[in-house]
Structure formats: structure tokens, C-alpha cells
């Protein structure tokens, strides 16, 4: 076999498997962010439970996170229904757009639970629909 053929067997390798690899990255038009304060015992807290491994969750594929500092006067950003003032607020963004929100961190059961039902709102195919996305306050 020549040098020719084996990059040509490698490229060609290469092509086939390129749209796998990148598909997820775009069909992934969500996104979940997390606004977050210094000194927050409830942030601390998520990322000590959920922070590490929602990554490696299938939520953690479909809306990834990303996180974002609250400013004292609250913050805004496009894409926001409204300003956010408390940490951790999390939203989920469908297409820059919010979705929904929960507002606070009352242990991951409720943080897993609230969050499928976002997920089920904006059409997840991997997300049972449960209910529907609205404002919610847990703490």
C-alpha cells in the first residue's frame, strides 16, 4: 500500500466520520445558564452536587452550561424575559430565547426534576414531555 492511498483511506475515514463528530455540537441550540454569585451557599452547593457530573447527564448534551456572575444591581442579557437578581438562577435559552427558569437550588431531585420539564417544553426528543416550562421559584 502506498503512502497515497493510505492518506487517501484516511481522509476519506476522516470525511465519513466528521459530520458525528460535530453533530451534537450542532443540534445543541440550548443552552442552560447559570447565574451564579461569589460567597453563595446555594451555588456552592449545585456545584458540589450537580456540577461536577451534568456535564456527562444527557441534560448536560442537550442544554450545556454555562455560567454567568450576577451583578448587585441584577443582570441582563439579550434573550432575557427579565432581569435576574438571585443566585443561582438558572435558565434554560432555546435559540437565544428563554424558556424558563428556576430561581434558587433546593438539592438536585428538585433541580433534576424542574429542569426535564424545560427540557420537555422546548421539544427534547431524549425528554419525556411532563409538563410544561414556566417561572419557578424554589427558594
Do not use: H
Request: charged residues 20%; proline residues 7%.
Amino acid at each position: 500500500m502506498s503512502i497515497r492511498s493510505l492518506l487517501q483511506g484516511v481522509y476519506a475515514a476522516a470525511c465519513l466520520a466528521l459530520p458525528a463528530i460535530l453533530w451534537p455540537a450542532a443540534a445543541s441550540a440550548a443552552e442552560l445558564v447559570m447565574f451564579t454569585r461569589d460567597g453563595c451557599p446555594w451555588c456552592a452547593r449545585f456545584e458540589r452536587e450537580v456540577g461536577p457530573i451534568y456535564p456527562k447527564t444527557t441534560e448536560g448534551r442537550l442544554a450545556p452550561l454555562r455560567r454567568v456572575e450576577v451583578s448587585a444591581g441584577g443582570t441582563t442579557m439579550p434573550g432575557l424575559r427579565e432581569p435576574v437578581f438571585a443566585a443561582p438562577t438558572f435558565v434554560l435559552l432555546d435559540e437565544g430565547r428563554e424558556v424558563g427558569r428556576i430561581t434558587g437550588y433546593q438539592g438536585d431531585d428538585a433541580f433534576w426534576g424542574l429542569l426535564g420539564k424545560m427540557l420537555a417544553a422546548i421539544g427534547s426528543p431524549k425528554v419525556q414531555k411532563s409538563g410544561t416550562a414556566a417561572m419557578v421559584t424554589t427558594q
